[in-house]
């Protein structure tokens, strides 16, 4: 059967077909889908995990289980998970373990651009890369099947252009793989350091067998060409090579790591000239010069930015395709939805000209016109850490004009501790949570606060105003972000206190269902346009709504885009909003 | 048909992604390999949405290169030229809808909006086509249908039957506007008969 299906959908489906019984996930662009897939599956345990550690720990505990698990999150969520994937390449499992991170060339949506393979190598576990949907729903059933012959996770790196890009996939039916027998083993999985040293040892002469696999498996392979011309690549590159270099010789990696020695030694003898085209880092490049083989790569092809057929064409051949010339249009950055309720607590805190650590979320368009609002966004639960540093390095006089500014399902993931830390080291960081009642940027998944699981059940909820109380905070808060008098007036309260405090700005995000039923059946808002001051005083502009514009000198609402939220009514001083 | 590279481009919101995801599965449908690339992330409602729809015998790269597109297929004026450098140089096809939506970034001073965007456009190509979707598609009885009454203008330019067409909208519209869809591709099919 033939479906069109995007690379994270295909991974999904390969997974299931593999027998895949555990999935695990945190949330992260570009890799969400994998897991809201697979959640749609009933034979496999899926869960939303609080952080990709935790998601991590629980799919690596059901492969030293004995059944087929996977774990799925965005490339700097390897980070978070770093600490168990190093062990785990130690240990070993039992039953098959694949880990697949999404890493995000261009950062499309993301803090950094860093490349897993590296990862890879660093913690001594095989990796696969595909180059489109059809080879990640391949990959991932073999994947498995590495796994459990070699006893070893294996890590799986897509793209964002792989994972959304949608392409003709082959696909079969589910195979059930019964789960293995558990023995207890503590010499394989207690890392005391009397075993961890056999451990390693067992890991080297793994990695020994790996690569000799590596130049016999499918995954790399060598394809004919017209001219002495030999072009080594991986991952969605090779496409984008095979368009450009159509007489070359091809060495097409689909398993960089262990890199596949003899394949290329074989390579070599057939063409004159070596040239690798890699996104980002030049893993390739590197594992051919370790050799002692000469190749040009990054010579020529950027490491920065995700590429495109364009850039490998004219960084190789020196010019692009004729072309019209591109011709200068409008900017459109990306906004607040209408009617968001992160809007209503950034207009406070533009108001109130507080330095602000931000985190990782739709609320860091706070940063952007015409808030401006936020100082800092480094990585999931920064935010928290982040503001008490500011405060060790410039004093509580500093601190007292300043936030941290947090998520719900982002305070879930990594804010817990830093909040925890506040508290001990005796700060008196103000904290907000957005808490919108889902994790909104990834396209609405639940978490912890939600009371609903992965699966669709419900489950116990996580009170956030019990858990900072629990944290240590004694003046809790919640506000309701649309009402712009109220919030103003609690958030200035607790600025001025030299006590820690935690604000829990609670109101479903506006694209949610629970939203509709929250706003009830509201009326569209509009302009009295004789009432209205206009180009003079665009205080409603300052609300930073889409369904608001000044048109033909007065302010105009969208009615298409307006919900009825009302912020913009509570700014005009003139009531010329009903 | 050696090979067709289409690019659908407009406003988050607009339906960009539904659409080209009907022209692939139209595509495949007629037995072709197709890619469809676009990129899911900061860019949502309001925001500016590109998506590369490849068509051919084998398909390699998701991304249309630079000079290769063929059609280029506006939801909205100004985010039209944002991408007429994709096209090929020798009488590329631009299809428009007649819409400008105003960024915000516009009322707060910021930036301009562009204007003459049709003759901006006419110096690139004599196949440009300016579509009154909005227009038609309430004449239809729902204006949010334009999007697929585009897609109906985009056919005439494309090998695939119409009861394909038919076949993929149907199944991947919502049940209570199936009809209504099916009647806007055939009102922009036969809006613009070349």
Known sequence: MKLLLSGNEAVARGAWEAGVKVACAYPGTPSTEILENLSKYPEINAEWSTNEKVAFEVAYGAAIAGARSIVSMKHVGLNVAADPLFSSAYTGVKGGFVIISCDDPGMHSSQNEQDTRRYAKFAKIPILEPSDAQEAYDFIKLAFEISEKFETPVLFKMTTRISHTKCVVKVAERKEIPIKEYVKNPKQFILLPVNARERHKV??????????????????????????????????????????????????????FPFPEKLFKKFYKKVKKIIVIEENEPFIEEEIKILGYKAEGKKYIPICDELTPDIVRKSIKGKELSHPDPIKTVRRPPQFCPGC?????????????????????????????????????????????????????????FSKRMVAVIGDSTFLHSGITGLIDITYNKGSIKTIILDNRTTAMTGHQDHPGTGRTAKGEETKEINLKELAKACGIEKVYEVNPYDIKE????????IESEEPSVIVARAPCALLKESRDYFGKRDKKMVLEDKCLGEKCKACIRVGCPAISIYNGKAF???????????CTQVCPVFAIV | MKELNIIISGVGGQGIILSSEILALSAMESGFDVKKSEVHGMAQRGGSVVSHVRIAKKVYSPL?????????????????????HYLKKNSPVIIVNDLELIPPIVSLGLEEYP?????????????????PAVKLAEKI??????????????????????KIWEKIIRENSPAEFSEININAFKEGKNFLKI
């Open chain 2, 141 to 162: 009885g729902n204006i949010r249908s334009f999007n697929i009454l585009l897609l109906g203008v985009l056919s005439n330019f494309l090998p695939f039957e119409e």
């Open chain 1, 487 to 494: 919030t103003l007036k609690i958030l200035k309260n607790a």
């Open chain 1, 341 to 397: 309720p992160h809007t209503g607590i950034f207009y406070c805190l533009s108001k109130l000209k507080v330095t602000v650590t931000g985190d990782i979320g739709c609320y860091t368009l706070g940063a952007l016109p015409p808030f401006n609002a936020m100082d800092t966004c480094i990585c999931m639960g920064a935010s928290l850490g982040n503001a008490l540093g500011f405060e060790k390095a410039r004093g509580k006089d």
């Open chain 2, 115 to 131: 204007r003459d965007i049709e003759k901006t456009l006419g110096k690139i190509t004599e196949k440009l086509y300016f579509i």
């Open chain 2, 64 to 84: 249309i290169e630079i000079g290769k597109g063929d059609i280029l297929l506006s939801f909205e004026k100004a985010e039209t030229l944002r991408w007429v």
């Open chain 1, 557 to 567: 609402i969208t009615p298409l885009l307006c919900v009825g939220c009302e912020l």
């Open chain 1, 203 to 256: 890991l080297e002469e793994k990695l020994l067998k790996l690569k000799e696999y590596s130049s016999e498996a499918t995954f790399n392979r060598i394809e004919k060409g017209k001219n002495g011309l030999g072009i080594v690549s991986s991952g969605v590159a090779y496409n984008y090579a095979k368009e450009v270099f159509k007489d070359a010789w091809f060495l097409k990696i689909g398993m960089p």
